[in-house]
């Protein structure tokens, strides 16, 4: 088992990823222009929730562009960077380089694997906030993933676009804001069993550490204030 | 069947359905009526050759070869495989008349003034001997025969003709001296023999794959004429009509008749009664229940019903299975006792007699039937036909089909070990398993043919990016692998050495094998190899492997055996450099850094290679759970 992967270096590191929760998040196929989804399939569930692997097909030829997608949602982000070393501990390459250059800000942390002959990034991991992501070129040829990660990685950590926000049943913004004292935790929202068919739920807050226990998301300050928490939810039919 | 060759207007015809392994066959002279011996159930039959009309005369005989009958007398004698010749009748009564031991094939009476001799060969002794049916005297003729089976006497009773499984031959032996001489060669499995009716050829059964009848005519030199082809699966006896315008052929599930001037009609009457429900699966019974894992559901019961469903069962290897079998009332049903038997792929299950009773729906009580033989002792995914049929016992009558269905049976070779202990087993795991293990007849034997057939599947290919595990790591995604093994996506072409590890030994486990998933780690240096789905040599992610994980055997040790679907090693004597022999470590031990096994075969020595690469199978032994 390799022992480089630093998961306390990762948590030094960690700033926005603290402030993002991202509850119920799926692909539903239309994310990847020229890009087919040909199946999400339930992996192993645990407290966080189910983990998913969406299968894209390239249009062109099904069998040599093959991305696979996997999204484990968790109930903080040290449980997803949790996921991301123990899948670092599943590669047989040993010492899997961060990300750098373009990368560097891809996720929270990111780790970037290149085919050995091509060089293109054909295998790139990273969390972002509660969600462990890993993006694989798994067709018979090693394409560059990197597009895929860099979309999945903008739609968990930024505002719906105005457009999708606008329509109705529009995904919805509600900003809460909460009186807090240095420290104290409050529940954001309630959340509700995940569905497929169920809303996507995104929410960031300026500063502290978003996290889930059960059915609940809670916020925790680390500054005395109010604080105005961003609540995003979309609909599977808004995307 | 009705088979037709244009040239002589020749017709194989069916007389009598539904035998257990029919061998000798005996012929009145008048041509009217016939008896034979079905091998496997022990009986002894008479048919009215013109209507097929059955009727069972003896039972409890122990593995029937030949009939040979006295008409004169009425006395019908049988030899048994197991050594024995007995007397079966007239009436009731059965005695042993001799017991000369050596399987005992044909029978040839000879009639003397005064004597009455009863010649036979023994296929397992190679010898040729006459029995004094007055005194039970036995006198060897000759010795040495190569598994002698069909024998006939000349008019003269100066020869004895016998054929010769191991020669393929026909063999001339001179009853005063016991000279033996070939006469020809080249026969296809010869079984039984009968002469022609001028006495001056033989015809002479070939047995699969020939499934046909020759005549050997006895000239200088000796020639050979086929007389008919495509005979029912494995002809034993041949009896002819005085003049030989019918053939009797007694094959394994059949009794034919070759005609040459139109066959005879056999009116068979409409059945009585269908198969209309097969349960392979019962409780206390020796099946091993099975699952839909895509519906997950198991497998209903019972397996077959007729135009509902045809579902696969699954056994142990060498298994003696039954099933339990309803019947559906047909309007031909008339009451009374049936023989009911199947005949099949796998010998067929033991006719037995039965009163059926059916309720106001039509459908009788499941009524149990053993399989004739145990199950072959290997892995299997075997499609085993059984056709039903059924006649009146009561009364002499005609044999008929009452239904038939192919069903699918996998055979593993021990009761499934985890993850398929928790897990009932799947029919499609099966399916893939039994296919890549079919034949295997040890659990080491069964395990490489599994990692050979995943290795080889073309179906998936090591990820070198950066060697992920794709199909789980707390769990195994065997659903998902099936789907790509079977030509569907999956999830993607990629796997690395825990996919692998994970294919190889939840397959070889299913089929009764038991093998771990665990590791060797960490971060050791590698020599050359081939990973799967690649075809050249290479040193993957610049030399190094964080882990390495293989299906592996006991405890996981170095002392234990592994097999590694996921890469070909150098298997000669130097590893570290070329040229290398491609070798998929099949049952290859573990091993240590002093002597070439799988390790440094996998590592180059060192303190960077071998040392590094260490079990840890207290930390990473399992069987992961499958999804």
Not at chain 1, 1 to 18: D, K, L, V
Not at chain 2, 120 to 131: K, M, P, Q
Not at chain 2, 222 to 227: A, E, K, L, P
């Amino acid at each position: 088992m390799n022992t480089q992967y630093n998961s306390q270096e990762w948590a030094a590191e960690t700033t926005r990823g603290r402030h993002l929760f991202n509850y119920n998040f799926r692909l539903l196929g239309r994310e990847f222009k020229v890009w087919q989804l040909r199946k999400a399939e339930p992996m192993q569930e645990d407290a966080g929730g189910t983990e998913y692997v969406y299968l894209w097909q390239g249009q062109r030829d099904h069998e040599r562009e093959m991305v696979r997608v996997t999204v484990k949602e968790q109930t903080s982000w040290r449980l997803a960077q949790k996921r991301l070393r123990e899948q670092l501990n599943n590669c047989m390459r040993p010492d899997i380089p961060r990300g750098t250059g373009e990368y560097a800000s891809l996720g929270d942390i990111s780790f970037v694997s290149r085919d050995p002959q091509t060089g293109v990034p054909g295998a790139i991991f990273f969390t972002r906030g509660n969600v462990f992501l890993s993006v694989d070129s798994v067709g018979e040829g090693n394409i560059d993933v990197s597009e895929f990660a860099i979309t999945l990685d903008r739609a968990l950590s930024e505002p719906p676009a105005r457009s999708a926000r606008q329509k109705r049943p529009a995904g919805k913004h509600t900003a809460k804001m909460l009186k807090l004292k240095m420290g104290e935790s409050r529940v954001v929202t309630k959340l509700q069993k995940p569905a497929p068919d169920g809303p996507w739920l995104k929410v960031i807050a300026p500063d502290g550490e978003l996290s889930r226990r059960g059915d609940a998301l809670s916020f925790t300050s680390l500054q005395a204030g109010e604080k105005a928490i961003d609540i995003y939810v979309t609909n599977p039919g808004d995307r | 069947m009705v088979k037709r060759k244009r040239e002589r207007l020749m017709q194989i015809t069916d007389v009598v359905l539904g035998l257990a392994a029919g061998v000798g066959i005996d012929l009145s002279s008048d041509g009217k009526t016939a008896y034979y011996v079905e091998w496997s159930i022990g009986e002894l039959a008479k048919v009215e050759v013109a209507t097929g009309l059955v009727k069972t005369v003896k039972t409890g005989l122990t593995y029937p070869q030949d009939v040979e009958v006295d008409w004169a007398t009425g006395e019908i004698f049988v030899s048994e495989r197991t050594g024995a010749v007995v007397q079966a009748g007239p009436g009731e009564r059965t005695a042993k008349i001799v017991e000369p031991g050596g399987a005992p094939h044909q029978l040839a009476l000879v009639k003397e003034p005064g004597k009455r001799y009863l010649y036979t060969v023994c296929f397992d002794s190679g010898r040729l001997i006459r029995i004094n049916l007055a005194t039970k005297a036995i006198k060897t003729i000759t010795t040495g025969l190569g598994h002698p089976i069909g024998l006939v006497i000349d008019a003269a009773h100066k020869y004895a003709y016998v054929t010769e499984q191991d020669k393929s031959a026909l063999t001339r032996i001179e009853l005063a001296s016991g000279n033996a001489k070939k006469l020809f060669s080249g026969l296809a499995s010869p079984f039984f023999l009968a002469w022609t009716k001028n006495g001056k050829g033989i015809f002479c059964v070939q047995r699969d794959p020939a499934n046909s009848l020759v005549q050997l005519n006895l000239g200088t030199p000796v020639t050979s004429t086929s007389i008919a082809t495509g005979l029912a699966w494995r002809p034993s006896g041949v009896a002819p009509s005085g003049d030989n315008k019918l053939i009797y052929i007694c094959a394994d599930q059949r009794l034919q008749v070759i005609s040459f001037n139109g066959p005879p009609v056999i009116k068979r009457p409409p059945p009585p009664f269908e198969v209309y429900s097969v349960q392979f699966n019962y409780r206390d019974g020796p099946a091993i229940p099975l699952k839909n894992h895509l519906t997950g559901t198991s497998i209903p019961l019972p397996e077959y019903v007729k135009s509902v469903r045809n579902e696969p069962s699954a056994y142990v290897s060498g298994a003696l299975p039954h099933v339990k079998v309803v019947f559906r009332k047909l309007p031909g049903f008339s009451g009374g006792t049936y023989a009911i038997g199947a005949t099949g792929s796998l010998g067929g299950v033991h006719r037995k007699n039965v009163s059926l009773v059916f309720n106001a729906s039509g459908l009788s009580n499941a009524i149990d039937f053993e399989f004739m033989w145990p199950l072959p002792n290997t892995v299997e995914r075997l499609k085993v036909l059984l056709e039903w049929n059924t006649r009146k016992t009561a009364v002499p009558s005609v044999p008929v089909v009452c239904g038939a269905a192919t069903h699918k049976l996998f055979l593993v070779l021990a009761k499934p070990t985890a993850p398929w202990v928790a897990e009932t087993p799947w029919v499609a795991a099966l399916e893939l398993a039994c296919g890549w293990a079919a034949g295997a007849a040890t659990s080491d034997v069964a395990a490489s043919l599994i990692t050979e057939r995943y290795n080889g599947s073309g179906k998936v290919s090591y990820d070198t990016v950066s060697g992920s595990t794709f199909y789980g790591f707390s769990q195994y995604n065997l659903t998902q692998m099936l789907d790509r093994l079977n030509g569907g996506p999956g999830l993607g072409g990629k796997v690395n050495c825990t996919d692998s590890a994970n294919t190889v030994s939840t397959l070889a486990n299913l089929v009764g094998c038991d093998l771990w998933q665990s590791r060797m780690e960490s971060g050791f240096q590698l020599n050359e190899m081939i990973a799967i789905g690649y075809n050249s040599w290479a040193v993957p992610f610049s030399g190094s492997f964080n882990y390495h994980e293989v299906a592996w055997k006991g405890a996981c040790t170095q002392n234990d055996n592994i097999f590694d679907g996921c890469l070909k090693v150098d298997g000669d004597a130097d590893p570290t450099s070329a040229p290398h022999t491609p070798l998929l470590p099949t049952n290859m031990l573990f091993g240590d850094c002093s002597a070439i096994n799988y390790r440094l075969r996998l590592c180059p020595p060192g303190a960077n290679g071998c040392a590094q690469c260490v079990p840890n199978p207290g930390m990473t032994r399992k069987r992961r759970p499958i999804i």
